[in-house]
């Protein structure tokens, strides 16, 4: 009798870097699959896939800060003066979590189980708390490189 149990593997082959506009760097998968511990049960596809949405969020909230640095005379990250407050190569880690967490925000969501049953509900709405921990990593990762407090509060 043939099963059709799929069995994950525990590595993925190494992908290309996913290029970025010359300005943010490019995002390594592999360093992405290593700092969030996801194994090869997640295809380098669906990694990559994943990468590029969140660098095309991650751009165009920047887009202003990054059209600042540029008119400043700063062509790449790289070349941006960071705070005599922070650690050096501050802005491209922050970018990075800013990436990563959102990229993993969305491949939690795209494997959450939707089923008839009230385990498969709940398995699903279980998986959307670290969803929303990882989405607010990169809205603070950003605030951090726009130099903006992590929340906004309005009066009613």
């Not at 922070?86 to 494997?111: C, F, K, N």
């Not at 709405?125 to 605030?143: G, H, K, N, Q, T």
């Amino acid at each position: 009798m043939n099963s059709f149990v799929s069995t994950a593997t525990t590595s993925a082959p190494a992908a290309e870097p996913v290029q970025n506009n010359g300005f943010w760097p490019d995002i390594a998968p592999a360093d992405f699959r290593d700092r969030h511990r996801l194994d090869g049960a997640i295809t380098a596809a669906r990694i990559e896939g994943a990468l590029l949405a969140a660098i095309a969020t991650v751009n165009r909230t920047l887009r202003e800060w990054q059209a600042r640095q540029v008119d400043a005379g700063h062509a790449s990250i790289d070349e941006v003066p960071i705070p005599i407050w922070q650690a050096p190569g501050v802005y491209q880690g922050l970018y990075q979590r800013a990436v990563y967490s959102m990229a993993h925000a969305s491949l939690i969501e795209r494997y959450a189980d939707f089923d008839a049953t009230n385990s498969g509900r709940e398995r699903a709405e279980s998986l959307m708390d670290p969803a929303d921990s990882y989405r607010r990593d990169a809205v603070w990762a950003i605030a951090e490189i726009e130099g903006r407090p992590h929340s906004t509060i309005e009066l009613i």
